[in-house]
């Protein structure tokens, strides 16, 4: 007799009549899977699959990545260079000198007419990190603005920020190995399965194994959570209270690692008395975590042999980010968690070259994580770019969230932004589209030509995407995978780099500096920069990174003569006394005190407005929501909103529901969950004039990241259903 499937017709994968498969790493995370592209016999890509020996996903790929051939073709591809004299008018299409010449002499001509400051940049965390120096060169040695930042202010600023007040330099410290050697693992504001699938899987694998306790930290029961031994869900915004609490509880039972902290800290005095005024019962009334369970979870912290914490955007965008992060530091030192197998503190990136830009773009400093603030690192890197040191600014000019401010204000007028969206993706949409509305003279280079950002342009520049173009990314363990091109970007496209180069002549009539045409040559310059800094890469070139499937850094060339195996690199950073990057090599302690300065619910908004991403989008739906088999899971703006306050406010199930801010409003489908408390909801930000219509988006005083996560609205409801349909699908376009 036969049972079950032998019953039924065998399953079947459709053959794609592959005859070639091209590799890549991919375009989307930070966990940097590395990618086969499937191409046809008419060269056309038509499958995606994981490489089974890459150390990073082992075979596997998450939704989006199994997608990622799709994206070649996908809808509103930009494929011609345009112009027009107003924002508002229709583009009129040009040729590539015309528009490059255009844009060169509005730079100059506004640099003439309102100083070299007025006319600002903002790039992304998506281009190759050859490109992300190729256009920091451009920028720093020769067009010469200090209004030049990334997106990624809006994602890891206050890591970064973090990571330096602690350590003295950016750069995270451990590396997905290290699930497999802890005793203890803490997310703070992370929601692995979801944000980073194949993290999560290799953290699911280690646990399973080793049984380690799982502690996540975040106001909604998020899948993460749903996974943990310990889940605290704490009120938005107050992790420097529970941090504090934590080592209130550490120090006064005796519990912290006193050697390490005397051998490798400074400012453990000044810490013990600020976290003497946390005791877990004032804190619990903070941040609302029993005290019970504040003083078991330090214990366990404290008492395991290697503890490990990791956090992403719940930890960073809040106005406390950069805090929480040097608090998740001060946790690591007193415990002696840092440059040891399973002891570390990991911040888990956002976009798939959040880290390259970081490292290389000069957006922050100079490259490899030199500071404009050093004369030396000025006086290096002019020498080595053959310009005027004199060019350079002493100090870091403004970061994006202050650009569009000073848009606002009338002091900058010129804008180029590169693959970044603003209009979607910053917080109070009103705003924003106020400050775009005032520029002088915008150009948008972009693979897509119709972003809600380019509707502003003056300049439309085509670019190549992802795996159209040649280079390299870093992953959140620092480990720096090679792109290759599979297809050419489509009609007269460019790849990103370029379109930097032919600019750079515009600006470079001289040719006194150099700008190599190719990713592997230009990877060798910055090869050479890197002799000696933290981010040493002089064992690698573009062969050796591919062949080995990705290589961490540090991996020097020293590494490479002694004939160390070059798959692994750097595992970790700080294994060693005196390594961190202080002049004296001890990381810093830093007292906390905790000030709440959030917008938080009151009588007129009493419920939290919790953002985040799900699993089958990226970002602004610039990509997915193009990609059918992505944006199909979830096309239709949506809350998560508990039962309770539901069944107060007579909402069902599938009604549409008119969410309030005291910036605007947004209708948007209710669906009842326990995975939010009654006083919050939470809704995915993908949607275009969706979320950031209502956030308020304050900035951390240290990194200027918004607090996305912490914003007050109402929940009403709708009477007439089908108008609030309608105006719901007018959200769902691009
Ligand atoms: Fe790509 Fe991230 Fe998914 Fe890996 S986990 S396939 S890097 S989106």
Not at 17 to 32: D, I
Request: glycine share 8%; proline share 5%.
């Amino acid at each position: 007799m036969l049972f079950g499937r032998s019953k039924k017709n065998p399953v079947k994968i459709a053959d794609k009549s592959v005859v070639e498969w091209k590799y890549a790493a991919c375009g989307y995370c930070s966990t940097g899977c590395s990618i086969e592209v499937g191409l046809n016999a008419e060269g056309r890509a038509v499958s995606s699959r994981g490489v089974a020996e890459a150390d990073v996903n082992r075979g596997k790929l998450c939704l989006k990545g199994i997608f990622e051939h799709e994206l070649f073709d996908s809808a509103g591809r930009g494929v011609v260079p345009k112009m027009r004299e107003y924002w508002h008018e229709d583009w009129q299409e040009t040729d590539w000198d015309t528009a490059l010449d255009k844009v060169h002499d509005e730079i100059r001509r506004i640099q003439d007419q309102y100083g070299r400051d007025s006319f600002a940049i903002i790039s992304t965390g998506q281009m190759l990190t050859e490109e992300f120096y190729t256009l920091g060169k451009l920028t720093r040695g020769l067009i010469g603005t200090n209004n030049y930042d990334g997106n990624t202010t809006l994602c890891m600023a206050s890591a970064v920020s973090g990571y330096k007040r602690s350590f003295g330099s950016d750069g995270p410290p451990g590396c997905y190995e290290d699930f497999e050697h802890t005793d203890l693992l803490i997310a703070w504001g992370s929601n692995l399965p979801e944000q980073h699938p194949i993290i999560y899987w290799r953290m699911k694998e280690a646990q399973e194994k080793r049984g380690f306790p799982l502690i996540v930290v975040d106001p909604r029961v998020t899948m993460l959570a749903q996974n943990a031994d310990i889940h605290l869900p704490i009120t938005p915004g107050t992790d420097v209270v529970l941090q504090n609490a934590f080592m209130h509880v550490i120090l006064k039972e005796g519990l912290q690692d006193q050697a390490y902290i005397d051998a490798n800290t400074n400012g453990f005095e000044e810490l013990k008395d600020e976290v003497e005024k946390y005791d877990p019962a004032t804190a619990a009334k903070i941040c609302g975590i029993d005290e019970d369970s504040i003083r078991h979870v330090a214990r366990r912290f404290a008492s395991a042999g290697a503890a490990m914490q990791i956090w992403t955007m719940g930890i960073n965008q809040s106005t406390h980010g950069s805090d929480g992060v040097v608090g998740i530091n001060n946790l690591a030192l007193i415990t002696g968690n840092i440059g040891k197998p399973g002891g570390t503190s990991l911040s888990i990136t956002g976009q798939c070259n959040a880290m390259g830009t970081r490292e290389w773009s000069s957006c922050s400093g100079l490259p490899n994580y030199r500071m404009l603030e050093v004369p030396e690192h000025r006086q290096e890197v002019a020498k080595f770019w053959n310009v005027d040191v004199e060019f350079f600014p002493g100090k870091r000019g403004m970061l994006q969230t202050d650009i569009y401010h000073a848009i606002e204000s009338g002091q900058i007028k010129g804008l180029w932004l590169i693959a970044t969206n603003p209009m979607s993706s910053l917080p109070n949409t009103a705003r924003i589209r106020k400050a775009m509305e005032k520029l002088e003279f915008c150009v948008v280079q972009d693979c897509y030509v119709d972003t809600e950002s380019a509707q502003y342009a003056h300049v439309y520049l085509p670019a190549g995407t992802w795996a159209e173009k040649e280079g390299v990314m870093t992953n959140t363990e620092r480990r720096i995978s090679v792109v290759k091109p599979i297809a050419a970007p489509p009609g007269q496209a460019k790849p990103d780099l370029w379109i930097f180069n032919r600019m750079a002549e515009r600006f470079n009539k001289d040719g006194k500096v150099s700008f190599p045409e190719r990713a592997p040559e230009i990877f060798l310059e910055m090869r050479e920069l890197s002799a000696g800094r933290l981010a040493d890469i002089t064992g690698m070139d573009h062969e050796l990174i591919e062949n080995s499937r990705g290589i961490q850094w540090p991996y020097t060339k020293e590494q490479k003569d002694s004939g160390e195996p070059p798959p692994r690199g750097g595992k970790r950073l700080y294994t060693e006394t005196a390594a961190f990057r202080y002049a004296d090599g001890k990381a810093k302690l830093i007292p906390l005190p905790f000030i709440d300065n959030n917008e938080v619910p009151d009588g007129q908004y009493p419920v939290w407005l919790n953002t985040g991403r799900l699993i089958e989008h990226w970002h602004g739906r610039t990509k997915t929501g193009k990609i059918g088999n992505n944006n199909k899971y979830s096309p239709i703006p949506f809350i998560e909103i508990n039962p309770d306050l539901c069944a107060e406010l007579g909402i069902q199930r599938g009604e549409y529901v008119r969410l309030v801010s005291r910036r605007s409003d947004a209708i948007v489908m209710a669906q009842p969950t326990g995975r939010v408390p009654k006083n919050m909801v939470f809704l995915p930000f993908h949607f275009h004039d969706c979320a950031n219509r209502l956030t308020l988006g304050l900035l951390d005083p240290h990194s200027r990241q918004p607090a996305y996560k912490q914003s007050a609205v109402r929940v009403e409801k709708i009477t007439d259903q089908k108008e609030a349909a309608c105006l719901s699908m007018e959200m769902r376009k691009f």
